[in-house]
């Protein structure tokens, strides 16, 4: 569970000493550091603080600290002698390159994370579209489908370097939420698998289309999971209506029928309709996806949803048996021990929000709580460039503070997307 930092004491520049967890109060690109709240790990750390002229606005945490402020001797007291002048102008340089680094950096960040934004919007009106009116005009939506589709897995196999992203909140609620959820990382996983072109464009069509039927079931039974018996069988007859709509477009091949048709079945043969041992690796990546996303985001209101480290967990010891080992092990290794959407505390005692994998499965990309800025201008932290800070556990979002909540805004419902280097 978080602890709150406690009190924050202010200090006067010339009281630094390493040890100390320290808050600037100031804006984040008004100096160098990767986060305004930060342990100073090193004499080079407390030089650069003094030279930011920050007398007034530096604060420290005695609570987080693990030193004592020095005494106050004010800096003005003590001006730099000539001879330090060569110091101190290699000093404000190696700031002002630092500083420029870090928001050179933050440009590059933000703008993969607007290009998968902006291709979530298009993607996702697109997909609304389809899903919304595949019953009454099957063969155009299946159009809108297959063009999608075929882009999506053009990208994603001709890019070397594919990048998952956590996007912001999203208000609206549709189909589209999940289906693109299930497309996104049914897309990786694939890729990750060594799917060809076509096999990838196969697997996105039935990752849209998967749950179509459900506007054939009554939407009050998917609102609850206790059902009845024979509610439960009206419910699982999505599968043949969803496969049934999507045949009836003329757009999806044998193979992404196949799929669609499948995608509650299970490696062991305890998944359904037809409790079939599935071997096919379309339906095995679909099926698998399809349970991450509804463990995270369950459509029935008196479901607990899962946090994504507990869904992983979840699926790996109570469920690997109706799994494809390899392909569950691409799923756990494609998000990381703390998969986007976890909120984190670092062991410097800031708290994060998980935006994206890193490279490392246990050091992601986070958002790191700043809440003297807005949340859009806050820095994004990627720990496997920071050696000196590490995820210290994940934190069930129910246990922080209102305002802290607010600021992170950890979602019930998350949403996925993409982004590749142009």
């Not at 569950?328 to 290794?333: F, Q």
């Not at 670092?346 to 998980?354: C, N, P, Q, S």
């Amino acid at each position: 569970m978080w602890k709150n930092p406690g009190i924050a004491v202010a200090i006067d520049p010339s009281q630094l000493t390493v040890g100390l967890y320290v808050w600037l109060d100031m804006r984040w690109d008004e100096h160098p550091f990767i986060a305004n709240r930060f342990m100073v790990r090193t004499a080079k750390d407390v030089a650069v603080i003094q030279s930011l002229g920050i007398e007034g606005h530096l604060y420290h945490h005695p609570d987080r600290s693990t030193s004592q402020p020095l005494p106050l001797v004010p800096m003005a007291a003590h001006p730099p002698e000539p001879e330090h002048a060569d110091g101190q102008a290699a000093l404000a340089a190696e700031v002002r390159q630092r500083d420029q680094a870090k928001k050179e950096k933050r440009q590059r960040q933000r703008d993969a994370a607007a290009r998968a934004d902006r291709a979530w919007e298009d993607a996702a009106r697109q997909t609304r579209e389809a899903l919304l009116t595949l019953t009454r005009s099957p063969k155009a939506a299946g159009r809108i489908l297959a063009d999608l589709s075929g882009e999506t897995a053009a990208r994603i196999a001709q890019s070397q370097e594919v990048l998952l992203h956590l996007l912001g909140d999203k208000k609206d609620q549709g189909p589209q939420f999940h289906a693109l959820n299930v497309l996104t990382l049914c897309m990786l996983v694939g890729k990750k698998a060594g799917l060809a072109e076509r096999e990838l464009a196969d697997l996105a069509m039935a990752a849209l289309a998967h749950d179509v039927g459900k506007s054939k079931v009554p939407p009050q039974l998917f609102k609850t999971a206790r059902r009845k018996r024979h509610e439960e069988e009206f419910v699982r007859q999505h599968v043949m209506y969803s496969t049934q709509l999507a045949s009836d477009s003329g757009a999806f091949s044998k193979e992404a029928l196949a799929c669609i048709a499948s995608h509650h079945e299970a490696a062991d043969g305890s998944g359904w309709p037809r409790g079939q041992r599935e071997t096919q690796r379309l339906a095995l990546i679909l099926a698998l996806v399809n349970r991450y996303d509804n463990l995270c985001s369950p459509e029935a209101r008196d479901v607990e949803p899962l946090m994504p480290a507990e869904a992983l967990a979840h699926m790996f010891k109570n469920e690997s048996g109706q799994h494809d080992p390899a392909l569950l092990s691409s799923l756990i290794k494609l998000l990381g021990v703390y998969p986007p959407g976890t909120v984190v505390q670092l062991t410097d005692g800031a708290l994060a929000l998980v935006v994206a994998p890193g490279p490392e499965a246990l050091r992601p990309q986070v958002l790191v709580y700043t809440p003297e800025i807005p949340k859009d201008e806050a820095p994004l932290v990627e720990l496997h460039t920071e050696p000196d800070i590490r995820v210290a556990e994940a934190i069930r979002p129910s246990t922080l503070p209102a305002e802290v909540l607010d600021w992170l805004n950890p979602q019930q419902r998350l949403s996925y997307f993409y982004s590749v280097e142009d």
